[in-house]
């Protein structure tokens, strides 16, 4: 690959010239010196032009010598006309300041630099050449999301799945988490999780991001695996001018009425030369709150013991006809405590006109302590049930039955990073450093990072109690609930010792990025402009877990009962629930957190490898790309872009399949290693018309692919006998690819605002899924398949609109609506019995979504309601329709208001979840619950300063 990248630049220096013209660069910025993204650069009497980036800054090349006027125009903004003369060979210095128009500027005091970030955002997408929604953080604060998760969810086409209330994995048009990428500033961002390639949205803080990128039709120079889409997250820069911004807040969570404490700044600055420039940042939030959960699962097949045996031993079973029944009902307490922090450093230096470097660095850590308690029921197996164990009634209904019922507690040790609760430390990490450079036409940038994600839990402490009862089943399929028939039978303090653990899991992704690009000016048509573009990449990446578990006994009689240890009940009146869940009596955390589990006088420990080995992998995936483009004006309206990407991944997998002897037990370990490579060509064509200034009509033919995730990846067997499943890795899985195909219509108006809409089809090929079967011995084997193919068809709208139409005060208000609608099928799903599905959608496809938010924005103060929709989807398939997953629909209504005290200081208020949306599943029909969770409502509040002095 060296020799690759060393070739290229090679090619590249080597069409170095110069000629009788010159460059211009510069940097534009508002009247309070933060830059502007997107606005249009042009000189129309040469037809040539280009558009600000992120940064703000622009270039334009290969400019005639001679005396030109620049005009640089942006929605939202008074146009800037200024006289530059080029001199052969030489770089021309520009800088641009614009001014908001008066009509805008006379009812935006409050929002300072609001109405700034979404022109910037639009501007941005407007002049984009491919189809992208653009986010910039002044709509981000519009909005009272404290994650980056929650603040992408408002973008159409984009929904999230929600992990303890806070969005956490990202949806895109519909399409699962491992089929899309996130980005940082361009550099892949690893994930923190050991089973599947998704980033933890929810572990980077909102206010750390400058402006959220979705690219939902991707270009030859990026990064292909992004069947969905891809989201680029890029991080606060140098301001052109002091700047100081801080936050502090409270708050409380009302489902604990715990506190919430918030706070942030940003400082930043350049050196009176204009060289060098700076920015430190840093976040922190501290959330004390927890969730009230009942979870079921659920079975329409039921047998139970006749008396009698075979000739062979045998227990000889009898069937009975009933209907669907929950065979494990759970009532679960969850206490957490989240604290998320983030810190940020940024550098840039001017070597001179022509080159600039620069370091970007991130660093994302969160601890979430977690308590949980859980009463779980499950019905005895068949064997263990006789014919007066349960009863039935008229209807078919199961109506009581016996089960074992656990009460176990989960912590960890005491110690004052644990704080007898299970610590989970997830961290992120980025340092990137890179240069542009202009030499002569020629237009080159590098960059080189280093990202790190881990997720460490260390000493997860579980103590379980058991015992057989009884209960009465209310068949209740929306709400479950089983009654114990005795309540002597049920009480707690005779449930006896079941089991005491101890584990520990360790899961780190490293990755290393490298790539240049280099672009130069090439008209294919005389007096039309364009480019060309092309570059190489390559990611190097490791992903390795490490766990371990180990089982406890006493040995005295101290732990013989749970009544006779320290407890607590944790039942609440108030279970958002309901308040029939009751979930009683456990083990308090920190007794269990205060146990000497090492001490050999007390407690006998075994290290259980059939628990963990499985688990623990190691995968080397190296990705090698390049690419060429080309961008070419056909006409003044009319623009192409065309290019071909080509990426080779090569994969090295290690991971472990336990042997058993013929009694069942461990016997060793075998490590099987496994090498897959393969190579995608992939072509692409973006379209362009600008009907009239406002309006953009684009077209987008894209192929992408998504590489399977690692667990599935590893070749490993994992037996569990004490379930009778069987699970497997598959090394021979391919990637999944798409060719996609996106037709998209926009206008922007004049006011700030944008009404789309566009349809896109995507035709998939390999998509990944666990088949559920069944072996000869009764086990259930979960493998993943490549599917065979796949359809996605679908159509999003969107509008944004200041109503400054209407009369008086109510021109005052603004609307921000999008809604997404989409359809699929698939083929090469089998069910248990390895007969074809036809009755799926593609998993993890959401048919319809939708955002909306109304605001109002006085000169001292503003409020925004916002609601966010996505329907139900099927999460997970079973071997049958009745034992398919489903992620239920889900509503959050939103609420924040905004006073200005003074220019620069300002006071918020958000209160979330105001619908009490709970995290929901079914099982094969919407009324059979699997799992509902609530998190109650949210309240925080807050002073926000902030200071801008242009140089």
Same mark, same amino acid.
């Not at 942006?74 to 006309?81: P, R, S």
């Not at 489902?255 to 060098?276: A, H, M, P, Q």
């Not at 022509?354 to 499950?378: A, G």
């Given at each position: 690959m060296k020799n690759h990248i060393t070739f290229l630049l090679l090619f590249t220096l080597s069409f170095f010239g110069y000629s009788q013209s010159g460059n211009i660069q510069g940097i534009i910025t508002d009247e309070n010196g933060v830059t502007v993204p997107g606005a249009t650069v042009s000189i129309k009497e040469l037809n040539k032009g280009t558009v600000s980036d992120f940064?703000?800054?622009?270039?334009?090349?290969?400019?005639?010598?001679?005396?030109?006027?620049?005009?640089?125009?942006?929605?939202?903004?008074?146009? /800037?006309?200024?006289?530059?003369?080029?001199?052969?060979?030489?770089?021309?210095?520009?800088?641009?300041?614009?001014?908001?128009?008066?009509?805008?500027?006379?009812?935006?005091?409050?929002?300072?630099?609001?109405?700034?970030?979404?022109?910037?955002?639009?501007?941005?997408?407007?002049?984009?050449?491919?189809?992208?929604?653009?986010?910039?953080?002044?709509?981000?604060?519009?909005?009272?999301?404290?994650?980056?998760?929650?603040?992408?969810?408002?973008?159409?086409?984009?929904?999230?799945?929600?992990?303890?209330?806070?969005?956490?994995?990202?949806?895109?048009?519909?399409?699962?988490?491992?089929?899309?990428?996130?980005?940082?500033?361009?550099?892949?961002?690893?994930?923190?999780?050991?089973?599947?390639?998704?980033?933890?949205?929810?572990?980077?803080?909102?206010?750390?991001?400058?402006?959220?990128? /979705?690219?939902?039709?991707?270009?030859?120079?990026?990064?292909?695996?992004?069947?969905?889409?891809?989201?680029?997250?890029?991080?606060?820069?140098?301001?052109?001018?002091?700047?100081?911004?801080?936050?502090?807040?409270?708050? /409380?969570?009302?489902?604990?009425?715990?506190?919430?404490?918030?706070?942030?700044?940003?400082?930043?600055?350049?050196?009176?030369?204009?060289?060098?420039?700076?920015?430190?940042?840093?976040?922190?939030?501290?959330?004390?709150?927890?969730?009230?959960?009942?979870?079921?699962?659920?079975?329409?097949?039921?047998?139970?013991?006749?008396?009698?045996?075979? /000739?062979?031993?045998?227990?000889?079973?009898?069937?009975?006809?009933?209907?669907?029944?929950?065979?494990?009902?759970?009532?679960?307490?969850?206490?957490?405590?989240?604290?998320?922090?983030?810190?940020?450093?940024?550098?840039?230096?001017?070597?001179?006109?022509?080159?600039?470097?620069?370091?970007?660095?991130?660093?994302?850590?969160?601890?979430?302590?977690?308590?949980?308690?859980?009463?779980?029921?499950?019905?005895?197996?068949?064997?263990?049930?006789?014919?007066?164990?349960?009863?039935?009634?008229?209807?078919?209904?199961?109506?009581?039955?016996?089960?074992?019922?656990?009460?176990?507690?989960?912590?960890?040790?005491?110690?004052?990073?644990?704080?007898?609760?299970?610590?989970?430390?997830?961290?992120?990490?980025?340092?990137?450093?890179?240069?542009?450079?202009?030499?002569?036409?020629?237009?080159?940038?590098?960059?080189?990072?280093?990202s790190k994600a881990s997720e460490e839990r260390l000493n997860e402490r579980y103590l379980e109690y058991e015992s057989e009862y009884s209960v009465a089943f209310n068949n209740d399929q929306d709400k479950p609930y089983f009654m114990p028939l005795s309540a002597t039978d049920a009480d707690y303090s005779v449930f006896e010792f079941g089991e005491l653990t101890e584990e520990n899991q360790y899961t780190e992704e490293k990755d290393i990025n490298v790539f240049v690009n280099a672009q130069a000016p090439l008209s294919l048509i005389k007096g039309k402009e364009g480019f060309i573009k092309f570059g190489a990449k390559s990611r190097i990446k490791n992903k390795n877990r490490n766990n371990d578990f180990t089982e406890f006994e006493a040995i005295g009689d101290e732990l013989e009962f749970l009544g006779n240890i320290p407890v607590r009940s944790y039942s609440d009146p108030d279970f958002l629930a309901g308040n029939q869940y009751q979930i009683g009596t456990f083990a308090t955390a920190d007794y269990l957190g205060g146990l000497n589990l090492y001490n050999g006088d007390v407690f006998d420990s075994t290290v259980l490898p059939e628990e963990y080995l499985t688990a623990n992998f190691d995968v080397n995936e190296n990705v090698y790309a390049g690419y060429a483009m080309i961008n070419q004006k056909l006409s003044d309206k009319f623009t192409v872009l065309a290019g071909l990407r080509l990426e080779h991944t090569s994969i090295d997998s290690q991971g472990n399949e336990l042997n058993f002897n013929e009694d069942g037990d461990y016997a060793g370990t075998s490590v099987i290693e496994s090498k897959n490579e393969y190579t995608n060509i992939l072509p692409g064509l973006h379209l362009k018309y600008d009907v009239s200034p406002s309006t953009v009509l684009r077209f987008a033919w894209t192929n992408t692919i998504a590489r399977p995730n690692y667990v599935d990846l590893v070749p490993y067997q994992e037996i569990n006998n004490e379930d009778q499943e069987i699970y497997f890795g598959n090394a021979d899985l391919s990637p999944t690819t798409s060719m996609n195909f996106d037709i998209m219509g926009e206008h922007y108006f004049k006011s700030v605002g944008i009404i789309s809409a566009g349809v896109f089809y995507k035709d998939i090929s390999d998509f990944v899924y666990v088949n559920r079967s069944e072996n000869e011995a009764g086990f259930e084997v979960y493998k993943p398949l490549n599917g065979k193919s796949a359809t996605v068809l679908g159509a999003e709208v969107s509008l944004q609109r200041r109503l400054d139409f209407l009369p008086g005060f109510a021109k005052n208000f603004s609307i921000y609506l999008n809604y997404t609608y989409l359809t699929s099928d698939t083929d090469g799903i089998a069910n248990e019995d390895g007969d074809e599905r036809t009755d799926l959608d593609l998993p993890n496809t959401a048919p319809n979504m939708f955002n909306g938010s109304i605001g109002y924005a006085g000169k001292r103060f503003s409020l925004r309601l916002s609601g966010n929709y996505s329907d139900s989807y099927v999460d997970e398939i079973g071997g049958r329709a009745f034992e398919d997953r489903y992620y239920d629909e889900q509503f959050f209504l939103d609420f924040n208001a905004s006073v200005a005290i003074t220019n620069r200081l300002s006071l918020y208020l958000d209160l979330n979840n105001i619908t009490n949306q709970p995290l929901r599943y079914f099982q094969g029909t919407k009324n059979r619950t699997m799992q509902m969770e609530f998190y109650e409502k949210r309240l925080t509040f807050g002073l926000k300063y902030d200071i801008f002095n242009k140089k």
């Open positions: 940064d703000g800054k622009f270039t334009l090349v290969d400019v005639a010598e001679g005396t030109h006027n620049v005009l640089v125009s942006f929605i939202g903004y008074a146009n /800037v006309e200024k006289e530059v003369t080029i001199i052969a060979e030489g770089t021309v210095t520009l800088n641009v300041t614009m001014n908001s128009e008066s009509t805008e500027l006379e009812e935006v005091l409050i929002t300072g630099y609001g109405l700034g970030g979404q022109a910037r955002a639009l501007n941005t997408q407007k002049n984009k050449q491919n189809i992208t929604n653009i986010v910039s953080t002044d709509q981000i604060g519009k909005f009272p999301d404290a994650n980056i998760g929650d603040a992408v969810k408002r973008i159409p086409g984009i929904t999230m799945q929600v992990d303890q209330g806070e969005a956490r994995n990202i949806i895109i048009r519909g399409l699962s988490p491992q089929l899309n990428s996130v980005t940082l500033n361009g550099s892949r961002i690893p994930s923190a999780e050991g089973d599947n390639r998704n980033v933890q949205m929810d572990l980077i803080p909102s206010d750390m991001v400058q402006t959220i990128e /979705v690219n939902k039709a991707v270009t030859p120079d990026m990064d292909a695996d992004a069947l969905g889409g891809s989201v680029n997250l890029i991080t606060r820069t140098s301001p052109q001018g002091f700047r100081l911004s801080a936050t502090a807040g409270s708050g /409380v969570n009302f489902i604990t009425d715990k506190r919430i404490l918030n706070g942030s700044f940003l400082l930043g600055n350049r050196s009176k030369n204009d060289k060098f420039g700076w920015m430190v940042s840093a976040s922190i939030n501290d959330n004390d709150f927890g969730s009230d959960n009942v979870e079921a699962e659920w079975n329409d097949e039921f047998e139970y013991y006749t008396g009698v045996d075979d /000739v062979e031993g045998d227990p000889i079973m009898e069937d009975v006809s009933v209907n669907p029944y929950a065979k494990v009902f759970e009532i679960r307490e969850y206490l957490v405590q989240r604290i998320r922090r983030s810190f940020s450093a940024n550098f840039d230096y001017k070597l001179d006109k022509n080159n600039t470097i620069y370091f970007k660095s991130i660093y994302n850590w969160r601890d979430d302590r977690e308590n949980r308690f859980r009463l779980e029921n499950e019905i005895l197996d068949g064997e263990d049930i006789e014919a007066g164990d349960f009863t039935v009634d008229s209807n078919g209904n199961l109506t009581s039955f016996p089960v074992e019922a656990k009460r176990q507690t989960k912590g960890g040790i005491d110690s004052k990073r644990n704080k007898n609760a299970r610590l989970e430390d997830q961290r992120m990490q980025n340092y990137s450093i890179g240069g542009e450079h202009l030499l002569g036409n020629w237009q080159v940038d590098w960059m080189g990072s280093f």
